[in-house]
């Protein structure tokens, strides 16, 4: 690791390796460096349990993945975008085939699909409910063979390089030894996944804290569409562990405090015994997750220590559907729950997911910051739109990791060696890190408590339902607490392995992350997917038919613009769900 | 049950101890409450300067592997309430070196990984236009249980063969091993083999199943690892057989 590499990739997830791949074999001669603050397998890609959409079978078409995708969006995908996505996802997914991935299988050994949220076909590939951990594994260890790619396994990278309008690099703190390294590069991808950890309840791992959209923003990429935050409709109560859509794909229902299913008051459809798709439990996750909001205002929720949930009822798929189909719905229902779906409800509640928005870029993963490209979650391509479906978000890490990897790889062939004048900058990183955090005066602030506020702030303010007035006093109090981050305590001042660091600069980046989604909110005055605005409760495609741009400004704050949304084939139209 | 419950917690700082020491913290014992999260009101309300691994916590990153009362254990799926009335003891796994704190050194594992071939090896490729293996469920279940290890460390911790000779390429890897070679897509079982059988580890173990018994994901590397070592035995005596046959 004496030399610097050509490609720098923070992060090591689903998109990072897929991208770290995608560039060893369009020129092996670039070398590759994983840059990731986990080892790469415990990336969160490792939690995806339901599926990954593609089209494979007879009966579909790429034109109906697209409009699924695009009506699922609420009109704000940019279609360009999701044709390129619908078209090579399929590619992608056989490609995971041939490097091992144990895709569920029929009887005579073709690849199995399911059903699931929002999609008219069957085309939901699936490895029982371990999805995302079959995939990233597979990716892992593919990526072992390739000897252009390096790794730095639990590095933590801070800043990104920036000279001359272009990125150059990253500084990193070596965790094990707390070293802070520049690690130069011609190009670097972020690949660092999503931020759900912005919120108090969250099936977002604890390292889910939007390190990448930070770095990009901070370094002058804007973010887009931030004000859209995916709430899953059910997850377990305390704990905010994911069950899987796949328990309502396979024929789950769910059900309010006198055992109704209530979605089909919600403009969803008709309860059937067997599951329809695009309609009731197959709808999409916001129409899902509003509903629940709905129910709860007219007092059909259960009460629990933990809040207001409703029930999903498996029972009647019966244990051997169950161990076959979800096993691990089942499995974390015993350990976590202490409950057997088998015989029981499930208790369930919405809870942070997803982010639709992320790094600006376009279909190649190319940010507006020369040298920068970002793929998967962080990223905001964007096929999303206001709303991302079910097993949408597997497949795009793949595609798009592709594509970013080959375009830097492009990219990074024809530049120069980064210029040394960039370690005179990695000096001040280093200086800063170590004056504001590591030799400070005793600070006044408690870390967990400033991230506590945050978090409640934001359920608060910028939930399932939001308004301007509650937007506008969270505004307000994200900038109070970046003033109190500077006076933040940190007890640990040794360099070996100080995760209290690490959690400083993770809370440094997830207030700015959270301002951003704030600011995108309050200026969004309209209800579109899951950016829902009590006091606008229409869609307005006259104003913001738009994705939102935001910028960061010298002091700090934000500033928003906006971006025509591409429409091709597709023009806006009403979400009909329900048959 | 208890409102309370004390953690027995190894302390070790490197750079300001030479040896490790344990601290007892007080912590809430809810019925819902695993050790972690005992752990994580440690580090946010009473010492932040606590150091150890975490992310998904449920069960499926592998990151949070400890000792519990003297055992491997993931510790975002044991329950305190399970140790009531305490106090529980906490540890860094075993047979591993200590960072800091709860942190082991795992370079070891991660250099053993790449030396297994854990990758779909195969004489050709197929074109992709040419579309997916067929594999059917039952061949898939000829492998699928080795797929699952989350490369916790837990058998590492368990296992007697690898505390004394660290050389052993240990439960997991040899697991993984067995699941590409039983992949009926692959083709590489030959040359696995032939890296498996110059580590004198795998003649080491003796089958205690330890690894097995402390396996959170039920992949049963004890099992891996047998079928393995018979396998190497019938490679290594079939020269002997074919002899004639092949002159």
């Keep these: 690791m004496t030399s610097s590499p050509d490609i720098v990739l923070v992060g090591g997830g689903g998109a990072g390796l897929r991208a770290a791949i995608a560039i060893a074999e369009t020129n092996p001669r670039l070398r590759v460096a994983v840059v990731s603050k986990v080892y790469p397998m415990r990336s969160h890609t490792v939690s995806a349990e339901g599926g990954a959409a593609a089209v494979i079978g007879q009966d579909d078409n790429l034109d109906e993945h697209a409009y699924d995708t695009i009506s699922g969006g609420d009109w704000l995908c940019d279609q360009d975008a999701v044709d390129a996505f619908v078209r090579e996802a399929p590619e992608e997914m056989l490609r995971l085939e041939h490097w091992g991935c144990p895709w569920s299988r029929e009887p005579d050994g073709r690849i199995a699909v399911r059903p699931f949220g929002g999609m008219k076909r069957m085309r939901t590939w699936f490895a029982a409910d371990k999805t995302g951990f079959h995939m990233l594994h597979t990716l892992f260890q593919t990526s072992l063979k390739y000897p252009s790619v390096e790794r730095y396994d639990e590095w933590f990278v801070t800043k990104l390089l920036v000279d001359d309008g272009r990125v150059q690099g990253v500084v990193a703190v070596d965790v094990m030894s707390g070293r802070i390294q520049p690690i130069l590069a011609k190009a670097v991808i972020l690949c660092t996944g999503g931020c759900g950890r912005v919120f108090p309840f969250t099936t977002n791992a604890n390292i889910k804290n939007g390190d990448g959209m930070a770095l990009a923003y901070r370094a002058g990429a804007p973010l887009k569409d931030m004000e859209f935050v995916q709430y899953h409709p059910t997850g377990l109560p305390f704990t905010g562990i994911l069950i899987t859509e796949a328990a309502r794909a396979e024929g789950g229902y769910l059900i309010n405090k006198d055992g109704h299913r209530y979605l089909q008051d919600y403009n969803l459809g008709k309860p059937e015994p067997k599951p329809v798709l695009r309609s009731m439990e197959l709808g999409p996750r916001d129409r899902l997750s509003q509903a629940f909001v709905k129910e709860h205002e007219k007092g059909r929720t259960i009460e629990t220590l933990y809040g207001p949930v409703v029930h999903l009822d498996v029972r009647h798929l019966g244990e051997r559907v169950i161990n076959a189909k979800i096993p691990f719905v089942r499995e974390l229902c015993l350990k976590y729950q202490n409950i057997d779906p088998v015989r029981e409800l499930i208790p369930v509640r919405p809870v942070v997911h997803y982010m639709m928005g992320g790094v600006h870029t376009d279909t190649d993963g190319v940010t507006p910051l020369a040298g920068l490209y970002a793929a998967g979650e962080v990223a905001c391509v964007s096929i999303n739109g206001a709303n991302r479906l079910g097993s949408n978000s597997l497949p795009e890490l793949l595609v798009f990791g592709a594509r970013a990897g080959r375009a830097a790889a492009d990219f990074a062939s024809t530049q120069q060696v980064p210029r040394s004048i960039m370690m005179a900058q990695a000096e001040d990183e280093k200086r800063r890190l170590e004056n504001e955090l590591l030799r400070k005066e005793r600070g006044s602030e408690r870390l967990a408590a400033l991230r506590e506020e945050m978090q409640n702030t934001m359920e608060q303010s910028a939930g399932i339902y939001r308004s301007g007035d509650s937007l506008a006093r969270a505004a307000d109090r994200l900038r109070g607490l970046q003033e109190r981050f500077r006076d933040v305590a940190l007890q640990d001042q040794s360099r070996t392995f100080n995760t209290e660091l690490t959690a400083a600069l993770e809370l440094s980046f997830m207030l700015d992350v959270a301002e951003a989604i704030v600011h995108c909110a309050l200026r969004r005055e309209e209800s579109r997917g899951a950016h829902q605005r009590t006091d606008f409760p229409a869609r307005d495609d006259e104003r913001f038919l738009a994705h939102s741009l935001a910028s960061r400004n010298g002091d700090g704050s934000c500033r928003v613009e906006y971006l025509p949304v591409t429409i091709t084939r597709w023009p806006p139209g009403e979400r009909v769900y329900g048959g | ?247």
């Excluded at chain 2, 994580?40 to 449920?58: A, E, F, H, I, Q």
């Excluded at chain 2, 499926?60 to 529980?88: H, Q, R, W």
């Excluded at chain 2, 004489?123 to 989350?150: A, N, V, W």
Aim: aromatic share 10%; with cysteine; charged share 25%.
């Design chain 2, 1 to 247: 049950m208890a409102d309370r419950i004390a953690l027995q917690v190894l302390r070790y700082r490197p750079e300001q101890e030479a040896e490790p020491t344990v601290e007892q913290y007080e912590v809430p014992c809810r019925k819902d409450w695993v050790v972690l999260d005992g752990l994580n009101y440690v580090k946010d309300r009473l010492d932040g300067s606590l150091s150890y691994r975490w992310s998904c916590r449920m069960g499926i990153c592998g990151s949070c592997g400890m000792m519990v009362n003297g055992e491997p254990k993931l510790t975002c799926a044991t329950f305190l309430a399970d140790y009531d009335p305490g106090p529980v003891r906490v540890e860094p796994l075993s047979n591993f070196p200590v960072i800091r704190d709860l942190v082991i050194e795992m370079g070891d594992f991660m250099r053993k990984l790449p030396a297994v071939k854990p990758w779909i090896v195969r004489k050709e490729e197929k074109p992709l236009p040419e579309g997916g293996y067929l594999q059917t469920p039952e061949q898939m279940d000829e492998y699928k249980q080795f797929s699952m290890c989350i490369n916790c460390m837990l058998c590492y911790a368990a296992c007697p063969v690898y505390g004394l000779d660290p050389t052993f390429l240990g439960p997991a890897a040899i697991a993984l091993a067995q699941r590409y070679n039983l992949d009926s897509r692959d083709q590489g079982a030959r040359e696995r083999l032939e890296i498996l059988s110059q580590h004198d580890g795998i003649w080491g173990c003796t089958f205690v199943g330890e690894c097995t018994k402390v396996c959170p994901k039920d992949v049963d590397p004890a099992a891996a690892i047998q079928r393995y070592k018979l396998k190497a035995a019938l490679e290594w005596l079939k020269p002997f057989f074919l002899w004639g046959s092949e002159r």
